[in-house]
């Protein structure tokens, strides 16, 4: 029986892109120049959007799927852009994880696999304090490209309206490719081969990932043996994008109306998520949130309070539209079985059940020192270890509560860094000093988000009785 989708209900007509300006904004950067942020948001304003709000409303329904577990969210990608990384060696490689991670978690699940990235915007990051001491120095702290720049001077640590500007750009940049790559047959499935990444070659995951393809391609030429055609869909995909809703003037200079359309659409990103330091109700994060169409993400932890999170999405989402809502849970691996059983309850009876995402990352985040590195110098990483435990218990409590786990949100890359430790290659703190490249938090390379996935798609595949 088909279900009849309630027609979305819009904000009140007192909302704008720019009432949030009467609310306390957290995680705002103090800008020196605010003539020059209002020149760089009147430009921003005037640029063409990145993304279409055809698009948005197709990720909608794939996100209302993966809320009845009829589809499983892959949201995925790095902790914070950098614009030096904006090259088209770095992007295909994070494109082959994607599609790798992907095609493990399809062959587990037996349903399709909803990718979005963490890419082509997320530029900035929210931080614990405003400002960083180092010896003598003080300077503000790095906020992301979009803001500043990560170097440790008075020039590189102020605040720049045109990183702004610049950003757009790269991330226009990064999306075309994107899409180029995703349309243009390097996604397509009768030559997977072509996503492999030179350093996972040697690993003893790369023999059970290619039994894996070649099941997957047998299945395929079957199917197009009975069809007595090629199948030409199977050699695109769809790739969203996503990133944190954090630096308010750029998301109000993106915010356009759509001919045709009812409604404000923010066409910077499909997904704009709040995080824990900027979800709550009264902030103004929530108040711009609430008047766009997207999807909104709330990320969602062990300062979270169940019932508070309900009013909330009660208020994004006052006309109970499916594929709306999206909750991103980061207990930790600890804190998981305490923390997330409450959250779901509270959900309860609501029209437009909300779409359960685990990020088994930034809740097992911990700081180490570097062997060989000067004396109380540390770095954060994560072990391997507890973000499998926390991605395992997370599908374990959702089974058992009788709500689906739509997805996972991961902090990853295709590059072969060493930030976080464990994994087949039992990396260890003395490792991290051979590729630590992150900026702010860190990230599975790709060998570790293929073992993480293949570890998931087990437990799928036992779940199915396969």
Known sequence: MNESKPAPTHPLLEWSPGSWRDRSALQQPAWPDLQALA???????????????????????NLWLAGRGDAFVLQAGDCAESFADCRPGRITDMLKVLLQVSLILVHGGGRPVVRIGRIAGQYAKPRSQDLETRGEETHPAYRGDNVNCPNFDAASRTPDPTLLLRGHER???????????AGGGFAD???????????????ELAGEYHKIVHEVQEGLRFMEIVAGRSIREFAQVDIWTSHECLVLPLEQALTRRVPRRDGWYNLSTHLPWLGIRTAAQEGA??????GICNPIGIKVGTSTNPAA??????FLNPGSER?????????????????????IAAMEGLQAAPVWLCDPMHGNTRSVSIPGRGAGESVKTRHFDDVVAESEAAMAIHARIGVPLGGVHLELTGEDV?????????????????????????????EQALEL????????????GV
């Open 171 to 181: 991330a226009a940049l990064t999306l075309n490719f994107v899409r180029a790559l």
């Open 39 to 61: 020149a760089a948001q009147e430009e921003l304003a005037l640029l063409p959007p990145l993304v279409t709000s055809w698009e948005i409303e197709a990720l909608k329904e």
């Open 189 to 203: 499935l009768h030559h997977a081969e072509t996503w492999d990444l030179a350093f996972v070659g040697d690993s």
């Open 453 to 464: 996935a293949m570890r998931l798609s087990r437990r799928m595949r036992a779940a199915r």
């Open 285 to 290: 994060h929530a108040e711009y949130a609430r």
């Open 309 to 314: 999170l309900r009013r909330l999405v009660e």
């Open 418 to 446: 060493t930030e976080c430790t464990g994994g087949a290659r039992q990396l260890s703190p003395k490792d991290l000093a051979r590729a630590y490249r992150t900026h702010v938090d860190p990230r599975l390379n790709a």
């Open 323 to 343: 594929g709306r809502v999206v909750l991103i849970h980061r207990f930790g691996a600890e804190g998981i079985e305490q923390g997330l059983p409450p959250v």
